[in-house]
């Protein structure tokens, strides 16, 4: 199965219409399309924030394994990027990946303080 296909049964098994995903991963709805009929090539960053949108491995988009299931420390990188890749968060926010990588694990410390204690 190729990756457009895999998206789109993920999408569908969630029960989102393709607009929907594109406002999750923040892509133009047309651009959601042409990745899903494989008209457009993925770029690395859009595939990242597919995975962890779709709670899948990247591996399993590419087709290069065939379980969809993510490992639980999969699951907490994916929702770690989730939050560090949300569109609404402030500017500053937008420069984390050119941060130093002390600053990151400062910034996952913080994510993970605020997770146990249901704030997201």
């Known amino acids: 199965m190729d ?36 008209d457009r090539p993925i ?3 859009e595939l990242l924030n597919l995975a962890n949108v779709l709670e899948v491995s990247t591996d399993y988009l590419l ?3 065939e379980s969809s299931t993510l490992s639980q420390t999969e699951k907490k990188e994916a929702e770690f990027q989730a939050f560090a890749n949300n569109p609404t968060l402030q500017k500053w926010y937008k420069e984390l990946p ?6 990151l694990e400062k910034l996952r410390k913080m ?3 605020l ?4 704030e997201i």
């Open 3 to 38: 990756i457009g296909k895999r998206i789109v049964s993920l999408r569908e098994r969630r029960g989102w219409t393709q607009k929907e995903l594109a406002n999750r991963v923040n892509l133009n709805v047309s651009v959601m399309n042409r990745i899903e009929s494989n």
């Open 43 to 45: 770029k690395d960053s």
């Open 98 to 103: 050119k941060s130093k990588e002390e600053d």
């Open 111 to 113: 994510w993970e303080i």
């Open 63 to 65: 087709g290069r394994s």
């Open 115 to 118: 997770k146990d204690h249901g």
